[in-house]
């Protein structure tokens, strides 16, 4: 038997991860249910806003035009939304949006499950510390907090990532390989831009620690190959950000905490205390982390040790130790909530809990089974996961359901507190969820006046003669609008609901070519019209902006596949100490 399961060990343990993933999220996909989370319906816009793209033959939209309220908004370009393609996918392969959702979480936990073992083996070549690894951070509070809690799929993503960067970093620490933590690091960008941002300082760090390394030759060139291919795999997410950001004349508003910056105590640091219990804090698993490590920590490498005080030194900077409400006026404001560092510590405490364990365990003068231990961590771990799940549910059952469609004047249900609580229970109530959005983020900072912003969201034009609002029906198309009104009066300047970040946008006035102009408040601005019906026709075009965002991408994935293959034909040296073994 124990030959047989070397002989396929790889079969047994792509196996059991998908029995796993599908394990964990089987109680929501059985209810059939979304239960509100804290940036559920942001996220829902942006996978509605590729699916109804994708059905139109769009796959690279640039704006807003199908969802986030219709008016051109370039959150799409701004956040990452390559992970949310899945979801896209999936509701339209399996044509049920809320259980399209669930399933492509199931394969994002298969993902993460995969790479946490690989990542782990690579460094350790020990089974059974990967496999066990894999079990405890997918399963963590953190992670199925993300998954359930905010349902920030950015996140989400970003975390499937972090034990490849910090293996491949390992990888460039020792042996001058880089490909492993390029892919990984380009996993993260491609996900989530805050998450990268607190991964690098991360590295930084780790390097700082061994700072040795800065001398040799050899680790600045495989450095500086990772970094272009880490380049070329992220171009999707950088170019439209550099484009958005520091090409366009527009500022756009960026997401911030409308209550200031918030160090975490350290009573609430670890959530433990009944297992039951999800959240963005760290669990069990990192405490009996930290307590193995301080037993074990004259036999841990060098390595151990450094992930050991990097995750100290996380938990510490994101408490109260550290006055973040003063830095709310600072760029570190960007960071919005300081427990987002808790990430890092996570990763290495797991790590560390289950390397230390099984090292100890080694050392005692006993017979054991990898396969039996195996099976009680699986059990154990998924058991937990299982419990939290169905705690969290009974705790949202009795919600309100979305049975009306969700508008300007009545949002989604919330507590006291001003968290969101409903519940989401089939096709009619998950389009009503996607009926308005309030969210501000990466709109034009001129178009967040007050007034502008909440009456473009409600497809509203202005008269900016005699200041009347004008209704106007639309009908969305990728990066474009049609608009449909009627005017009455004098001639008059036209702001149509749709903001606008650049000059690339063609407008077309009862079937003709027009001039506009960026009025004073961020959006589209039609001059001298006068009374009579007017249909306007809205196009953003930017080819440029899309071939710069697909071509070092596409140039990335080539090399990343020239590196593995390592054709006769490359010349020597060029990719050297570029394959990442396991």
Same mark, same amino acid.
């Given at each position: 038997?124990?030959?047989?399961?070397?002989?396929?060990?790889?079969?047994?343990?792509?196996?059991?991860?998908?029995?796993?993933?599908?394990?964990?999220?089987?109680?929501?996909?059985?209810?059939?249910?979304?239960?509100?989370?804290?940036?559920?319906?942001?996220?829902?816009?942006?996978?509605?806003?590729?699916?109804?793209?994708?059905?139109?033959?769009?796959?690279?939209?640039?704006?807003?035009?199908?969802? @986030?309220?219709?008016?051109?908004?370039?959150?799409?370009?701004?956040?990452?939304?390559?992970? +949310?393609?899945?979801?896209?996918?999936?509701?339209?392969?399996?044509?049920?949006?809320?259980?399209?959702?669930?399933?492509?979480?199931?394969?994002?936990?298969?993902?993460?499950?995969?790479?946490?073992?690989?990542?782990?083996?690579?460094?350790?070549?020990?089974?059974?510390?990967?496999?066990?690894?894999?079990?405890?951070?997918?399963?963590?509070?953190?992670?199925?907090?993300?998954?359930?809690?905010?349902?920030?799929?950015?996140?989400? $993503?970003?975390?499937?990532?972090?034990?490849?960067?910090?293996?491949?970093?390992?990888?460039?620490?020792?042996?001058?390989?880089?490909?492993?933590?390029?892919?990984?690091?380009?996993?993260?960008?491609?996900?989530?831009?805050?998450?990268?941002?607190?991964?690098?300082?991360?590295?930084? /760090?780790?390097?700082?620690?061994?700072?040795?390394?800065l001398f040799s030759l050899k680790r600045w060139q495989s450095l500086f190959k990772g970094a272009v291919l880490a380049g070329l795999l992220?171009?999707?997410? $950088?170019?439209?950000?550099?484009?958005?950001? +520091?090409?366009?004349?527009?500022r756009y508003w960026t997401p911030s905490v409308p209550y200031g910056l918030t160090g975490t105590a350290f009573k609430n640091i670890f959530?433990?205390?009944?297992?039951?219990?999800?959240?963005?804090?760290?669990?069990?698993?990192?405490?009996?982390?930290?307590?193995?490590?301080?037993?074990?920590?004259?036999?841990?490498?060098?390595?151990?040790?450094? =992930?050991?005080?990097?995750? =100290?030194?996380?938990?510490?900077?994101?408490?109260?130790?550290?006055?973040?409400?003063?830095?709310?006026?600072?760029?570190?404001?960007?960071?919005?909530?300081? $427990?987002?560092?808790?990430?890092?510590?996570?990763?290495?405490?797991?790590?560390?809990? !289950?390397?230390?364990?099984?090292?100890?365990?080694?050392?005692?003068?006993?017979?054991?089974?990898?396969?039996?231990?195996?099976?009680?961590?699986?059990?154990?771990? /998924?058991?937990?996961?299982?419990?939290?799940?169905?705690?969290?549910?009974?705790?949202?059952?009795?919600?309100?359901?979305?049975?009306?469609?969700?508008?300007?004047?009545?949002?989604?249900?919330?507590?006291?507190?001003?968290?969101?609580?409903?519940?989401?229970?089939?096709?009619?109530?998950?389009?009503?969820?996607?009926?308005?959005?309030?969210?501000?983020?990466?709109?034009? !900072?001129?178009?967040?006046?007050?007034?502008?912003?909440?009456?473009?969201?409600?497809?509203?034009? @202005?008269?900016?003669?005699?200041?009347?609002?004008?209704?106007?029906?639309?009908?969305?198309?990728?990066?474009?609008?049609?608009?449909?009104?009627?005017?009455?009066?004098?001639?008059?300047?036209?702001?149509?609901?749709? /903001?606008?970040?650049?000059?690339?946008?063609?407008?077309?006035?009862?079937?003709?070519?027009?001039? $506009?102009?960026?009025?004073?408040?961020?959006?589209?601005?039609?001059?001298?019209?006068?009374?009579?019906?007017?249909?306007?026709?809205?196009?953003?075009?930017?080819?440029?902006?899309?071939?710069?965002?697909?071509?070092? @991408?596409?140039?990335?994935?080539?090399?990343?596949?020239?590196?593995?293959?390592?054709?006769?034909?490359?010349?020597?040296?060029?990719?050297?100490?570029?394959?990442?073994?396991?």
């Amino acid at each position: 038997m124990r030959l047989f399961i070397n002989k396929h060990q790889g079969s047994f343990v792509y196996g059991s991860f998908a029995l796993i993933a599908i394990a964990i999220h089987c109680l929501f996909l059985w209810h059939g249910w979304l239960f509100a989370a804290n940036d559920m319906q942001f996220h829902l816009h942006e996978i509605n806003e590729l699916r109804q793209n994708i059905s139109h033959g769009s796959l690279n939209p640039l704006i807003a035009t199908f969802a @986030f309220n219709n008016n051109g908004n370039a959150v799409i370009s701004l956040y990452p939304k390559w992970p +949310l393609y899945l979801y896209a996918f999936a509701q339209m392969l399996f044509k049920d949006s809320i259980r399209g959702i669930f399933i492509a979480d199931m394969i994002k936990t298969f993902l993460g499950l995969v790479i946490a073992f690989y990542s782990v083996k690579s460094i350790k070549k020990d089974n059974l510390s990967a496999y066990l690894f894999a079990l405890l951070y997918m399963t963590s509070n953190m992670v199925l907090a993300y998954d359930y809690q905010t349902m920030d799929i950015g996140v989400m $993503w970003s975390l499937i990532w972090i034990p490849l960067v910090f293996a491949g970093f390992y990888q460039w620490l020792k042996t001058g390989r880089w490909v492993g933590l390029a892919i990984g690091l380009s996993g993260i960008l491609l996900s989530h831009i805050l998450t990268f941002v607190i991964v690098l300082f991360s590295l930084v /760090v780790l390097t700082l620690f061994n700072y040795k390394v800065l001398f040799s030759l050899k680790r600045w060139q495989s450095l500086f190959k990772g970094a272009v291919l880490a380049g070329l795999l992220s171009s999707l997410t $950088w170019v439209p950000l550099i484009y958005f950001t +520091l090409i366009t004349p527009v500022r756009y508003w960026t997401p911030s905490v409308p209550y200031g910056l918030t160090g975490t105590a350290f009573k609430n640091i670890f959530q433990f205390f009944t297992i039951n219990n999800a959240s963005m804090y760290l669990g069990l698993g990192s405490l009996l982390g930290i307590v193995v490590s301080l037993v074990n920590f004259k036999r841990m490498s060098k390595f151990q040790i450094d =992930l050991f005080v990097l995750g =100290l030194l996380l938990i510490l900077l994101q408490s109260q130790l550290i006055p973040w409400k003063n830095l709310a006026d600072t760029p570190l404001s960007v960071i919005q909530f300081p $427990w987002r560092l808790l990430i890092i510590p996570l990763v290495c405490f797991s790590y560390l809990l !289950v390397v230390n364990s099984i090292a100890m365990i080694r050392r005692l003068d006993f017979h054991y089974s990898p396969v039996g231990i195996a099976v009680i961590g699986t059990v154990l771990f /998924v058991g937990s996961a299982l419990l939290r799940s169905e705690q969290f549910i009974k705790s949202q059952i009795n919600t309100q359901e979305i049975n009306y469609r969700v508008v300007a004047q009545r949002g989604v249900p919330m507590d006291q507190n001003g968290q969101q609580i409903y519940k989401v229970t089939n096709e009619a109530e998950y389009q009503n969820l996607l009926g308005y959005s309030i969210s501000w983020d990466y709109y034009p !900072v001129k178009t967040c006046n007050g007034t502008t912003l909440p009456r473009i969201m409600q497809h509203q034009g @202005f008269n900016l003669a005699n200041g009347e609002t004008i209704p106007m029906s639309y009908r969305p198309k990728p990066d474009g609008i049609y608009f449909e009104f009627n005017l009455t009066g004098k001639r008059s300047n036209i702001e149509l609901p749709f /903001v606008a970040y650049d000059h690339r946008y063609q407008v077309r006035l009862n079937g003709k070519n027009v001039s $506009w102009q960026i009025s004073p408040s961020g959006v589209i601005q039609l001059n001298h019209l006068t009374s009579g019906s007017y249909r306007v026709d809205v196009q953003y075009h930017n080819s440029g902006l899309k071939v710069g965002m697909v071509v070092p @991408f596409i140039i990335g994935v080539i090399t990343l596949l020239v590196i593995f293959v390592k054709p006769t034909w490359l010349p020597r040296g060029l990719l050297n100490n570029g394959k990442f073994r396991h």
